[in-house]
């Protein structure tokens, strides 16, 4: 066992602590009611569309909500379309099927649609996931106030049809637009309940498989019921899913034993001694794990900072020591599986290879010389810096980590773990009160795109605010690119530059690790559709 090892289990015992986790009485598994019980690692922070940006949102409103489109087996399928958008020039026209239906009993019309894509733009809801309306026409003029948010491109042109107005065409707007930020809202839910719209299962109406129950928009337990007025309910099979907060494995492996969890989330040496069980599943789950670096903490904003206290970090060890399970090291902000239609290379590796690994490679006496080169230029001897994580047992595992590796790599580095529940990472994650933040990505539909706009200057997801001028260029540039080639070719670069100035420190790319009731068919490990997940008798 090498010494950082040793200090790391050192940390690791201080840090890591017991959870009790409140169970509802009842037994796991029932396969005459089709209930699944399933442990919720991270809490349910919003149901509304326009305000929702963290992955356990998204996963509860896919299986709540229906959009326009869905990812089915990595394949885009229509949901609530009929088909395929239709282009004439820089508009689509999207009809919708006639048979959907809110819980309530009410039609799912074009306008609320409408009404979801214009809350989502409209400045004064202060909507995170915006961005993904750049294209659209008069977007960035209702940005500034310069119009009004009725302007935005998308019209109902009937009550089942759509039209969207580009300022420029994409080529791939059926994938945009399989992302939960682009669910309808019931129009007159959102009249109703005003502010308080998406905030508790009680003050919101849902057209998906499942409708959500006993939320209060603070509990981190709560109910999935299968929603009989979905239009392809005939096709739902589980009747009930409970989700039941936790986020201690040890707890979580305790319970799935005594068969009140049928699925539990597990990592670190849990998940190791579990791996060759037949309850045990792994699958990639697109998202990556990085450190947020605040620049506007004047030493962070030294790039050969930044360089050392990613060269510091060795992400294979880290993974072999915190995390024990299928994660890999990340390659960049964006995940693997991305193809560049037009070379057929996997996009992220494909950057990887060409930069030479640059911002993700571990080298420690590279990152003592470039630490040396940043503290003489501030004129400092040492750096204390705050790193902010959530108590999710594997966060706090890759935290503490980090927390000796940059310790014992980089002489005067003095590193304080801030442990916090996950929605209050979320908060002091915008509000910037953090110098490092562990903190994750996954692109919100199957393109390259969508994690990388995420650190355009402007873009409120850029919580440690890194700017570069030709990244936003090239960025920006996405919105007049034509042909495919020059679009892919614009994103290997930005990628490039961002890994080049170590705009942030990429750290694993994800895979969810789960014990899965053997009972349990049609669930694919880390990803949460509950469409197809039945129970065997």
């Not at 239709?86 to 689509?92: D, I, K, M, N, P």
Request: overall charge positive; hydrophobic content about 40%.
């Amino acid at each position: 066992m090498t010494k950082l090892t040793k200090k790391y289990w050192l940390g690791l015992c201080l840090l890591l602590g017991l959870l009790v986790i409140l169970l509802p009485s009842q037994t796991a598994t029932a396969a005459d009611k089709q209930t699944l019980n399933v442990q919720l690692s991270h809490d349910l922070i919003s149901l509304d569309s326009a305000q929702a940006t963290d992955q356990t949102s998204f996963d509860i409103m896919e299986n709540a909500f229906e959009g326009l489109y869905r990812l089915d087996k990595d394949k885009i399928v229509p949901a609530l379309a009929n088909r395929a958008p239709v282009r004439h020039g820089q508009t689509y026209t999207i009809t919708l099927r006639k048979n959907a239906k809110w819980d309530n009993g009410q039609s799912v019309s074009a306008q609320d649609f409408v009404v979801g894509f214009q809350r989502l733009a409209d400045p004064k809801n202060d909507a995170n996931m915006s961005f993904l309306l750049k294209n659209f026409k008069n977007y960035n003029a209702i940005q500034t106030g310069a119009k009004k948010v009725s302007t935005l491109g998308v019209k109902a042109t009937g009550k089942h049809t759509l039209k969207i107005t580009l300022a420029t065409p994409i080529s791939n707007l059926a994938e945009l637009l399989t992302a939960p930020s682009f669910m309808p809202v019931n129009t007159k839910a959102v009249v109703q309940f005003g502010a308080n719209y998406g905030k508790s299962s009680a003050t919101t109406v849902y057209n998906g498989p499942f409708t959500v129950n006993n939320w209060d928009g603070k509990s981190n337990t709560f109910t999935l019921v299968k929603n009989p007025q979905y239009w392809a309910k005939k096709t739902i099979h589980l009747q009930q899913i409970n989700f039941i907060g936790g986020k201690n494995t040890a707890d979580a492996v305790t319970l799935f034993q005594n068969k009140q969890l049928d699925v539990a989330n597990i990592s670190g040496a849990v998940a190791k001694d579990w791996q060759h069980n037949k309850a045990y599943a792994t699958h990639k789950n697109g998202t990556v794990w990085y450190l947020a670096v605040n620049q506007k903490r004047a030493a962070l904003k030294n790039a050969a900072i930044r360089r050392a206290l990613s060269m510091a970090i060795n992400r294979k060890e880290m993974i072999q020591i915190a995390l024990q399970n299928q994660v890999t090291p990340a390659l960049g902000l964006t995940a693997t599986g991305f193809e560049d239609p037009n070379t057929k290379a996997d996009f992220t590796k494909d950057v990887s290879r060409q930069t030479k690994a640059i911002g993700t490679k571990f080298a420690a006496k590279t990152a003592q010389t470039y630490w040396q080169q940043g503290l003489s230029s501030e004129k400092i001897n040492g750096l204390t810096l705050n790193l902010l994580t959530d108590d999710a047992d594997a966060d706090k595992a890759v935290a503490a980590y980090i927390q000796q590796a940059l310790q014992h790599n980089l002489p005067g580095a003095k590193i304080n773990l801030k442990v916090v529940p996950y929605k209050t990472r979320l908060q002091r994650s915008f509000t910037g009160n953090f110098d490092l933040v562990l903190t994750s990505w996954q692109a919100p539909y199957p393109d390259p795109w969508g994690s990388l706009a995420i650190l355009v200057s402007d873009n409120n997801l850029n919580v440690g605010h890194w700017r570069n001028v030709r990244y936003d260029v090239l960025m920006d540039g996405l919105k007049t690119t034509a042909t495919s080639k020059q679009r892919y070719q614009n994103l290997a670069q930005a990628q490039q530059i961002l890994l080049q100035d170590q705009g942030i420190i990429p750290l694993y790319e994800a895979a969810d690790s789960q014990l899965v009731n053997t009972k349990v068919k049609g669930l694919t490990a880390g990803v949460d559709d509950f469409r197809t997940v039945s129970i065997a008798k």
